[in-house]
């Protein structure tokens, strides 16, 4: 009858070197095993990554079709609205930026225009359409310095664009030569006003029968007519921007406008 024993060890006569080997490629295997499970990972990280940018990219630019649709039909805010969320999902497109500061404009809010517009050539320097609108928006804003040198910037990206020259810098230009005439009209009703205030005819003593009294009289009334016919008087600019000093209420500038139909649309890339 044979014994009963306990059963060998596995690998109690296996040759060391062939453990050795078996071990090692255990372990080359585990390795690789996990270096391509990494990899696998790494590529579904970046793989949703870029669906979750494509799809940011492609709501983006349906709300952007949107609010270009609305702001077509007058719909302003609610352009806006639709810009904005935009701008949430891709908010370096200078596209977006440009056209929200076309229809705040057009709303009158300049302030917001203009940070708007400087967003937009901020993304895009090289872009001339987004400093023609900065420069529309830093003249509502009453930065007509600014504006002639967005312009200006405009013109040197675009020298064919004719409404860069002929509509835009050139009432710019106007606007700019309106502000110098004011101020020197201004200067000179302070001045005649100063005169009339501390004329030297009322600091001297006159004999009343005399006709020294008659003439500083005189003086007095001049200066008093002159500086009643300033403040009546408004400084205009023709079409051919000539300064014209208009008395009365019934002067206005005759100058030509940017249209609002051309000043309001959607940009292409």
């Known amino acids: 009858m044979a014994s009963f ?3 060998r060890k596995v690998g109690e006569k296996v040759s060391k070197s062939v453990v050795q080997r078996f071990e090692e490629a255990e372990v080359s295997h585990s390795g690789r095993r996990r270096d391509e499970d990494e990899v696998d990972w790494l590529h579904a990280v970046k ?4 669906v979750l940018l494509e799809d940011c ?6 709300l952007k079709e949107e609010g270009s649709l609305l702001a077509e039909q007058g719909r302003h805010w609610e352009a806006i ?6 701008i949430q999902l891709t908010p370096e497109n200078p596209l977006l930026y440009e056209m929200k500061s076309q229809v705040l404009t057009i709303l009158r809010e300049v302030f917001p225009a203009t940070k708007a517009a ?3 050539v901020k993304l895009r320097p090289c872009w001339w359409e987004g400093w023609q609108t ?18 200006q910037v405009a013109i040197h990206l675009c020298p064919s664009e004719s409404t860069l020259w002929q509509e835009d810098l050139a009432w710019a230009l106007k606007l700019q030569t309106h502000n110098l005439a004011t101020k020197k009209k201004i200067h000179e009703e302070q001045e005649t006003e100063k005169q009339i205030l501390s004329a030297p005819e009322l600091q001297q003593d006159y004999d009343f029968e005399s006709e020294e009294v008659l003439d500083a009289c005189v003086a007095v009334a001049e200066r008093q007519t002159r500086y009643e016919e300033l403040k009546r008087t408004a400084v205009v600019i023709d079409a051919e921007g000539n300064v014209k000093n208009v008395t009365g209420e019934g002067g206005s500038e ?3 406008i940017p249209s609002e139909g051309q000043f309001v649309k959607a940009r292409g890339v």
């Open 134 to 151: 900065l420069g529309r928006a830093q003249l509502n804003l009453g930065e007509v310095d600014l504006a002639i040198r967005s312009f």
């Open 47 to 50: 793989r949703r990554r870029e």
């Open 118 to 120: 400087e967003m937009a």
């Open 81 to 86: 609205k639709k810009w904005d969320e935009a």
């Open 57 to 62: 990219d492609a709501k983006s630019k349906r």
């Open 5 to 7: 024993g306990w059963k």
């Open 254 to 256: 005759d100058v030509v």
